[in-house]
């Protein structure tokens, strides 16, 4: 199979919004009036982002949701995007299980593939995305002021309780297994959330390296400090549902610096309270406070009774 | 070095035209009025499109000169590129150097980086371009007709006789290899060109997988056919100006399949030819008429005395 036939059986499909769809040298994109377009990139490598043994329907739809959920940590609509694909080879059966992965949340979110690129190389995924904001509406990282609330959507810590599994370091009834398995291998992007936040949220970030690394993006951005509470964090455990226990340290440390959840962190004035949490009825997303923002710079991270709790959490780092 | 120190060091400025720089979630962009945004993303592989030994700094260039070479085939002008960087290991020198590479041309271009992402693996470069380009004004692949004039610019098949020299297949002389070299190692992206034939061409490729295979996309989505004048192309080949000289078929071979050219392909009807002659001298950049569209579908080959040369030309092809 040519690069030029793969990409006609698996990655083109009629336009719809853009001008322009697959084939030519570029796609074209026409934001309505108003609106700025929000971009994000991200690259997934083979070994580093998603194991070898990953079910190609589930690594095609994460290769997108880690994009979207970009989009929504700027309170951006999707709108369409490029896939630049490495590949060993070109293995049908594969092939066409990524793609359905992905074009089945692309669909789900209006996000329509418009271009790319594949050759063959190690595998590696390149995703860019493109989203609608009104002009000057956008989250940004650096709105958070001192007397906002911290808030995160959903739920925190399991994508990495399964990385632990697989690397043998935790031992996981296969339920609990199962379930932490789908939000690695399947995060959900939080873009209603994100929508139904602009106007409310002072801020937004998506948490990709572990919710202390990425709040500290949105606090070192708005020049500002936070106290959090680690164990409102850690009660966001999605396996707890399940009766999954663990000594109070391990679920914070997971809830905490886990990385990989792909929810939203942001900010809103207390003020908001209330329309924060309609909008997290609205986009059918659990909303909880878990944090406060202060003037004083710096994370403060306090147990469930507010005594300050020392430790060294670092936001997971690529290159670290 | 860690992930974000990387990228504060080496890919962090100042914004320029976009609402904001490096470092949000997203990068947000605002086409002018009436303007579409026409985008493009290109992966490089280490093996595949370029080799271990390579300087960085041409790699820098070429990474990005590749997409400019797909803006310029839409007639679209530069505006900004995200770039998605997997590398083995932080080298600070490498990047230093990488990094100098691609914001020369990007400058040259106007062209400002505006979001990403770095992690480790593999050796491999993701770059999407953005592009400015009057809605409905784009050079598309589609709109060649019969009658119409077939146009190349600057020079073809150096890169992949450097290629070859390379792999041992020919050896050349220290200054044809130099200037090959250089051809396939920092093309030269036809931006300014692109730009002076909105208006004039009536279809435009870029010439990255060789003149016969790029040519072929255009009269499949023209609904044409085309006879191009093999000897006319061979007479491209830039090292024939330093008295480099291969048997006929070697050369033609070279100009019309090489490969990795990043020239211009185009079309234009001939009442428009000194319209092209002019664009070309405004671009400082050879235009050279090499063929002629025609209603029958196809691509028929001839030597500069119009008689027909068979021959099995294959457009380099990634998956092959």
Redesign the interface.
């Known amino acids: 199979?040519?690069?030029?036939?793969?990409i006609e059986r698996f990655f083109t499909r009629a336009p719809r919004r853009s001008?322009?769809g697959v084939?030519?040298?570029?796609?074209?994109?026409?934001?309505r009036a108003g609106m700025?377009?929000?971009?994000?990139?991200?690259?997934l490598?083979?070994?580093?982002?998603f194991l070898s043994t990953v079910d190609p329907r589930r690594l095609g739809h994460k290769a997108l949701a880690v994009n979207l959920s970009?989009?929504a940590?700027?309170g951006?609509e999707p709108l369409a995007f490029?896939?630049?694909?490495?590949l060993p080879a070109?293995d049908e059966a594969w092939l066409g299980a990524f793609a359905e992965g992905l074009f089945a949340l692309a669909d789900a979110h209006g996000c329509e593939l418009?271009?790319?690129?594949?050759?063959?190389?190690?595998l590696?995924i390149?995703i860019?995305v493109?989203?609608e904001?009104p002009?000057g509406g956008?989250l940004?990282?650096?709105g958070a002021r001192p007397g906002d609330d911290v808030w995160v959507s959903g739920t925190l810590g399991d994508a990495r309780l399964a990385l632990e599994a697989f690397r043998g370091t935790v031992s996981l009834p296969q339920p609990v297994f199962e379930a932490a398995r789908a939000r690695m291998e399947q995060p959900t992007p939080r873009a209603t959330l994100g929508l139904a936040l602009r106007g409310i949220a002072s801020a937004?970030?998506?948490i990709s390296d572990g919710l202390l690394g990425d709040l500290g993006?949105v606090l070192r951005?708005s020049a500002v400090g936070a106290t959090v509470d680690a164990d409102a964090a850690a009660a966001l455990l999605g396996v707890r549902a399940l009766g999954w226990q663990a000594p109070v340290e391990t679920m914070r440390d997971l809830a905490l610096a886990g990385g990989d959840d792909y929810e939203l962190a942001f900010t809103a004035p207390a003020a908001q309270r209330d329309a924060v949490l309609a909008a997290g009825r609205a986009a059918a997303t659990a909303v909880t406070r878990i944090g406060r923002i202060e003037a004083e710079p710096g994370l403060r991270i306090v147990d469930g009774h507010g005594a300050p709790i020392q430790r060294d959490w670092q936001g997971f780092?690529?290159?670290?």
């Open positions: 199979m040519g690069e030029f036939e793969l001008p322009l084939g030519d040298d570029c796609a074209l994109l026409q934001p700025q377009l929000a971009v994000s990139s991200d690259m490598v083979e070994g580093r982002h970009d989009l940590a700027c951006a490029t896939l630049a694909l490495a070109a418009v271009g790319g690129d594949t050759t063959r190389g190690p590696c390149g860019t493109f989203g904001v002009a956008a940004l990282r650096s937004a970030v998506d993006h951005r780092d690529h290159f670290r």
